[in-house]
């Protein structure tokens, strides 16, 4: 059981570390696709809230999609990352882009979102395989 909670742990803090550093080489182009301007942005402080919110959400989603790995019997890195992919693709990037395509988002804003959703699982489902 504490192995299954390092593991969780650790793979819900490197997908929130991976998100931090997505959002921050893509902070401006994702602002743009999201109608913002980046220099309106750019002396605002990031809200406490979101970050805290975030980092909770990829514990929970470590906590599920150690599960989902464990339950299928996923072994190794490789196999957790292909694992990782399938369901970031399937799930979290389709869900992205029909959201998007519905609130009229374009495609960069899709590609950044969606492309992000779908690294976290393979980050996190990485992690589980080499600490559980």
């Known amino acids: ?9 650790a793979a819900g803090l490197a997908g929130w570390l991976f998100g931090a550093a997505w959002y921050t080489a893509l902070g401006k182009p994702w602002q743009r696709a999201h109608g913002m301007n980046p220099d309106d942005c750019k002396d605002r402080k990031m809200p406490l809230t979101p ?13 599920v999609l150690y599960q989902v790995l464990i339950n299928l019997g996923v072994m190794g890195a ?15 990037l389709t869900a992205t882009i029909v959201n998007n395509q519905f609130q009229g ?13 779908t690294l976290v699982l393979v980050i996190e489902a990485v992690v589980i395989m080499l600490l559980a």
């Open 105 to 117: 988002k374009g495609w960069v804003a899709t590609a950044i979102d969606g492309g992000h959703w």
């Open 51 to 63: 970050m805290v919110v975030s980092l909770l959400g990829a514990i929970v989603m470590a906590a």
């Open 78 to 92: 490789v196999h957790g990352a292909i694992a990782g992919l399938t369901l970031g693709a399937g799930f979290l």
């Open 1 to 9: 059981m504490q192995t299954a909670l390092i593991a969780i742990l």
